[in-house]
């Protein structure tokens, strides 16, 4: 291989490794702006027909989370939300820069993401599961 292959792929790598980097980002910080979306806006309006039931640890914890982060907790002065976000969106981008020569793990991102939407479903879901088997014979 000449100098000058060596020289174009060697800039070819660091390109990739730049798009690698923005794009794990970009599917972090979506990740996160749905997360709260969820915490904020979803999980309240389900957790209201949950009142009367007894929800398991994992639910509770959800649902306490929820509500610390639409702020619906009285000694709060302002939704936690407006903590939350920000701090994640920071810790991911130093963790980002701090791992953009392992791409490999920054792959990691979207996958972590998908998998802590679809436990969250699961939480929901799960004392409605809890109901169901109370009401059968």
């Known amino acids: 291989m000449s ?6 792929l ?6 990739h490794r730049r798009v690698a980097l923005w794009y794990c980002l970009a599917i972090g910080y979506v990740w996160i702006i749905i997360q709260a979306a969820v915490l904020v806006l979803l999980i309240p309006l389900v957790a209201e027909n949950y009142d009367d039931l007894k929800l398991p640890r ?3 914890l959800l649902v306490d989370a ?3 982060m639409a702020g619906d907790d009285s000694s709060q002065s302002f939704p936690g939300w407006y903590l939350a976000v ?3 969106l920071v810790l991911l981008t130093a963790l980002a820069l701090a791992l953009r ?3 490999a793990l920054l792959a990691f991102i979207p996958i972590l993401a998908v998998a802590s939407l679809v436990a969250q479903i699961v939480l929901l879901l799960a004392p409605l ?8 014979p």
């Open 101 to 103: 020569r392992a791409t």
């Open 58 to 60: 994992a639910t509770k």
């Open 129 to 136: 599961y809890q109901l169901g088997n109370t009401l059968t």
């Open 86 to 88: 920000p701090a994640a």
């Open 10 to 15: 060697k800039q070819v790598r660091s390109i």
């Open 3 to 8: 100098n000058e292959e060596a020289s174009v």
């Open 66 to 68: 929820s509500r610390w």
